[in-house]
T-cell receptor, first 113, second 113 residues
Framework: DQQVKQNSPSLSVQEGRISILNCDYTNSMFDYFLWYKKYPAEGPTFLISISSIKDKNEDGRFTVFLNKSAKHLSLHIVPSQPGDSAVYFCAASATGGAQKLVFGQGTRLTINP | NAGVMQNPRHLVRRRGQEARLRCSPMKGHSHVYWYRQLPEEGLKFMVYLQKENIIDESGMPKERFSAEFPKEGPSILRIQQVVRGDSAAYFC???????????FGPGTRLTVT
């Protein structure tokens, strides 16, 4: 039962353009969402998070949008840079529980020069 | 402030041996989580601990796996009598509070031969 889904295994974007990564979830108890970036042979690096009381959170080039009714969130990166090439994971947790994160399968983002 | 430390980074064990993975959380973080990533998959929650307490072990296999976070020293994930299917990357994360972002270590790559 995949509660968090990233339906695009890969995405290729031109440098300087906007990268949009999508994530869907099924568990209505989830109320805290995070995006992580991962390079090979390294641990995930926290990027940005959003609580369900908000629908948008911004940090520099990264913006996360949350649509609770659609159970959908997205990460926008603008402008995209070559160093953004990595695997991106979205994760969700239910604050009533133990804060364990449920991860999607990841989307490999490639930024082309 | 040093990040989450994990050692060893790589561990090779023969079937039937024991594997001990260590995790030192970030300074000031009292919440520790262990996740496992199988090849080509997302991270899967295993266990959540606070000092001297297991809070949630719902993701731990029922047999051969155990975890602890003693009052002094690192958190330990122990796998007894390893099998080939235990080969994976094991990541530890720590957090200063819940809910909150979790910061990951570089992982331990376990190979069972």
């Amino acid at each position: 039962d995949q509660q968090v889904k990233q339906n695009s295994p890969s995405l290729s974007v031109q440098e300087g353009r906007i990268s949009i990564l999508n994530c869907d979830y099924t568990n209505s108890m989830f109320d805290y969402f995070l995006w992580y970036k991962k390079y090979p042979a390294e641990g995930p690096t926290f990027l940005i998070s959003i609580s369900s009381i908000k629908d948008k959170n911004e940090d520099g080039r990264f913006t996360v949008f949350l649509n609770k009714s659609a159970k959908h969130l997205s990460l926008h990166i603008v402008p995209s840079q070559p160093g953004d090439s990595a695997v991106y994971f979205c994760a969700a947790s239910a604050t009533g529980g133990a804060q364990k994160l449920v991860f999607g399968q990841g989307t490999r983002l490639t930024i082309n020069p | 402030n040093a990040g989450v430390m994990q050692n060893p980074r790589h561990l090779v064990r023969r079937r039937g041996q024991e594997a001990r993975l260590r995790c030192s959380p970030m300074k000031g973080h009292s919440h520790v989580y262990w996740y496992r990533q199988l090849p080509e998959e997302g991270l899967k929650f295993m266990v959540y601990l606070q000092k001297e307490n297991i809070i949630d072990e719902s993701g731990m296999p029922k047999e051969r796996f155990s975890a602890e976070f003693p009052k002094e020293g690192p958190s330990i994930l122990r796998i007894q009598q390893v099998v080939r299917g235990d080969s994976a990357a094991y990541f530890c994360a720590s957090s200063p509070r819940t809910p909150g972002e979790q910061y990951f270590g570089p992982g331990t790559r376990l190979t069972v031969t």
